[in-house]
């Protein structure tokens, strides 16, 4: 497994952006999907975005599509989510997770073997 941390969370008003950093541990990490999955308050973790190895391949949930970009940063180990006008909603606990396996669907969570520590994100109304 590769070990995952990441960065960036915080404190953020309503229509705010948040960058979140995850940075691996592996030389290999050219060769993992990355995913960006969130835990708010009473719910279950759910799928936000995904990348494949090269970044050809990109996939988001509704609920943030056009509000969201990720990106990844081989040389650097890093996969990175910018998150654009914020809500109150989109408070959570946000995870980054790897992959090693190429899949057809990049939103399933439990085909992520990896996973970091979680930085929380809270948007205030």
């Known amino acids: 497994q590769v070990q995952l941390v990441e960065s960036g969370g915080g404190l953020v008003q309503s229509g705010g952006s948040l960058r979140l950093s995850c940075a691996a541990s592996e030389r290999t990490f050219s060769i993992y999907a990355m995913g960006w999955f969130r835990q708010g308050p009473g719910k279950e973790r759910e799928f936000i975005a995904a990348?494949?190895?090269?970044?050809?391949?990109?996939s988001y949930a509704d609920s943030v599509k056009g509000r969201c970009t990720i990106s990844r940063d081989n040389g650097k180990n890093s996969v990175y989510l910018q998150m654009n006008s914020l809500k109150p909603g989109d408070t959570a606990v946000y995870y980054c997770a790897a992959d090693r396996v190429s899949r057809p669907d990049m939103s399933r969570i439990d085909a992520y073997d990896s996973w970091g520590q979680g930085t929380q994100v809270t948007v205030s109304s």
């Open positions: 990348i494949n190895w090269s970044g050809g391949r990109i």
